[in-house]
């Protein structure tokens, strides 16, 4: 079974920084990818129920985009990456992703995300699992930072 990077995204800035990272970190331990979107059901979906079936459809179709944006950012890197879409909370559905996939050995993802706070240092998301490190979470995880602060913003592993 061939180890792999799971890298959480969301579809924002910070969440591409990620996937940059995921890449960049995939090709130098030759590790696999696989991208992981959240879709958090009843934090977005309309109690209304004939506008819940629109709201639903909606979300599975910007799921998608945001998973085939990842895909061909890997395949710019001449990596794959498989992909998947959950629907839940982020954090739960991110660790019950790792705990269930004996091949992840790290996760990868953006310290804040599409609703992140404006002067929050790390967003719940990201907060809430790093916080599992260790103890339901069985491996480690890289919290990327925004890379937006500063024009010339790259992040490169040495």
Do not use: W
């Not at 958090?40 to 909606?58: K, P």
């Not at 967003?123 to 490190?133: D, I, K």
């Not at 890289?142 to 024009?151: D, E, G, I, Q, Y």
């Amino acid at each position: 079974m061939a180890k792999k990077i799971l890298v959480a995204t969301d579809g924002s800035d910070q969440a591409k920084d990620a996937i940059s990272l995921a890449i960049q970190l995939a090709e130098k331990q030759g590790l696999g990818l696989v991208a992981l979107r959240v879709v958090d059901v009843d934090r977005y979906a309309s109690e209304f129920e004939a506008v819940r079936d629109v709201v639903m459809r909606e979300l599975a179709e910007q799921a998608q985009r945001i998973l085939d944006d990842a895909k061909a950012q890997a395949e710019a890197a001449g990596l794959s990456l498989d992909s998947q879409v959950r629907h839940g909370d982020s954090s739960r559905e991110i660790i019950r992703f790792a705990q269930e996939n004996d091949d992840v050995v790290m996760i990868v993802m953006g310290a804040s995300g599409r609703r992140q706070l404006g002067r929050q240092l790390i967003g719940s998301t990201a907060e809430r699992v790093v916080r599992q490190v260790g103890r339901d979470l069985p491996c480690a995880v890289v919290v990327v930072p925004s890379l937006a602060t500063t024009p010339d913003a790259r992040l490169k592993l040495a």
